[in-house]
Nanobody, 129 residues
Framework: QLQLVESGGALVQPGGSLTLSCVASGPNFEENSISWFRQAPGKEREAVSCISGRVGYTFHRDSVRGRFTISRDNNKNTVFLQMDGLNPEDSGTYYC??????????????????????WGKGTPVNVSS
């Protein structure tokens, strides 16, 4: 299993941008899809974005599509979440999580938000004026 560490969270004004990073240690990083979740105080955790192990597939929830971009650098064992046009509803602690692909098709063409195997401890994002 991977060990994951998030960073990049901060206080930002509405309309601003942030880039979150998820750095992994452990074997075979590119065999893992990586997903971002967020949780606001008093609310349930929600799925945000994900990316397959090999960069063939990405997904974003409706409320962030067009504003957030997910990417990965397998040479640096890192996944990035570029967040633009932030609004207060984007506030919360952001977590990355990993899942090992079960076959070649999933390796390239799948990512999701269930059966995650490893989690980071989160990085806080606060969008406020």
């Amino acid at each position: 299993q991977l060990q994951l560490v998030e960073s990049g969270g901060a206080l930002v004004q509405p309309g601003g941008s942030l880039t979150l990073s998820c750095v992994a240690s452990g074997p075979n990083f590119e065999e893992n899809s990586i997903s971002w979740f967020r949780q606001a105080p008093g609310k349930e955790r929600e799925a945000v974005s994900c990316i397959s192990g090999r960069v063939g597939y990405t997904f974003h929830r409706d409320s962030v599509r067009g504003r957030f971009t997910i990417s990965r650098d397998n040479n640096k064992n890192t996944v990035f979440l570029q967040m633009d046009g932030l609004n207060p509803e984007d506030s919360g602690t952001y977590y990355c999580a990993s899942r090992v692909a079960v076959d070649g098709r999933e390796l390239t063409w799948y990512c999701g938000f269930t059966d995650m195997e490893s989690w980071g401890k989160g990085t806080p994002v606060n969008v406020s004026s």
